[in-house]
């Protein structure tokens, strides 16, 4: 069957937002991980960059004409499209942009629920419920995915890195802890209304590793990134294994990512059977996209080109086919991202400069030989988070 014979029907594309500030909360804990004296930032922690902001309207100037080479037009009169973020700047801005991006002068207005650095329920990762049973269950959950990852994945080396890079050994945590870097105790914070913490060494880690991430994408100088330590593509590679461990622990796990991700899912059913608006553009964050496709039992993947499992700016695009002969609807999901060399260049996307395309599969369902899946098989999924 040719593949001109299906019609994007509708899309839902679930963004993480653009580069960012290190967020205001790790700073002071940064600064206890290591006596050197971290980069200052020009824009206020946790904000969307002007880098940042510049990337994401490459990225939707490529988005539109993506959508146009898949026969869906949008226009000044009929812009056919719905924007909703978190209502956080990063988040917000991010949407902005990546319209401006698209549909420069199209008065495409930019939804969001509540004043700005307000979290949104839809796509908040707080405990809502801190009962002894849930917090059982994803310690559960947390135990079963390290066991089976544990298989593939040593951090040792990684955390033995950043000990180095971070001069540790010197540190007021170190004064405290007085052991290496790798026996810092885990412990579960996991209290209402707070975001689900795995404190020790995968929490610094994560924090320390996102913030030379930022530096590397917001092309800091070479000598400031990581105090210039960080000199290969496969210490990234190493270092990075503590970031995606830590979000497939915490956000990704079956128990948690189902009651977090169970708002968000109901809308994106909701606008996916609305008549209007083809495209949904929903704008939230690594932990959205991580509890979105766990709970809704996404294949494990490793994205070609990245070193991130949940890229910053990259977006999930959920995608509903017709197929024109049949009239049957199918199902296709993409994860389409920059890529870590396209992040740090700033290189300008358009269709013949495209982002990274990486199809993700569905576990326990089976592609035709186009690679789509009966329309069904995703539906029955939403419908299991219908209340």
Request: hydrophobic share 35%; glycine share 4%.
């Amino acid at each position: 069957m040719k593949k001109d014979q299906y019609q994007l029907d509708k899309v839902v594309i679930l963004s993480r937002h653009g580069i960012r500030t290190p967020l205001a909360n790790t700073i002071e804990f940064l600064e206890k991980a290591s006596p050197l004296k971290w980069p200052s930032w020009d824009h206020a922690y946790g904000y969307l960059t002007t880098r940042g902001g510049v990337l994401e309207s490459y990225f939707g100037h490529y988005l539109s004409q993506w959508l146009e080479q898949q026969n869906i037009s949008l226009t000044p009169e009929n812009p056919d499209i719905y924007v909703y973020a978190n209502s956080l700047q990063r988040t917000v801005a991010t949407a902005q942009f990546l319209v401006t991006g698209a549909f420069a002068g199209y008065d495409i207005p930019v939804n969001h629920k509540y004043t700005i650095e307000k979290m949104d329920p839809i796509f908040d990762p707080s405990v809502q419920d801190d009962s002894p049973e849930s917090k059982q269950a994803l310690l559960k959950d947390i135990d079963d995915a390290d066991k089976a990852e544990s298989i593939f994945k040593n951090l040792a080396p990684a955390y033995a890195m950043l000990s180095d890079i971070l001069d540790y050994k010197s540190s007021q945590l170190y004064a405290e802890y007085q052991c290496d870097f790798a026996d810092i105790p885990y412990d579960l914070h996991f209290v209402k209304d707070e975001e689900p913490e795995l404190l020790g060494p995968l929490a610094i880690g994560i924090c320390a590793v996102d913030a030379f991430l930022l530096q590397y994408y917001s092309a800091f100088p070479k000598e400031q990134i990581g105090w210039g330590k960080i000199t290969s593509h496969e210490q990234w590679q190493q270092l990075i294994q503590i970031r995606n461990h830590y979000i497939n622990l915490v956000f990704h796990s079956r128990s948690i990512a189902r009651k977090n991700s169970a708002l968000l899912i109901n809308m994106i059913d909701d606008l996916l059977h609305q008549k209007n608006n083809k495209v949904n553009l929903l704008v939230g964050h690594d932990s959205t996209i991580a509890a979105l496709l766990g709970a809704l039992d996404f294949a494990e993947y490793q994205l070609p080109n990245q070193c991130e499992n949940t890229p910053i700016g990259g977006m999930v695009i959920l995608q509903r086919y017709r197929n024109k002969a049949s009239g049957e609807y199918l199902f296709k999901a993409e994860y389409v991202y920059q890529s870590f060399e396209q992040l740090y260049t700033a290189q300008p996307l358009d269709i013949n400069h495209p982002p990274q395309h990486y199809q993700l599969q569905l576990k326990n369902a089976v592609a035709n030989s186009d690679g789509f899946y009966q329309w069904q098989d995703f539906e029955t999924r939403l419908k299991e988070f219908k209340k």
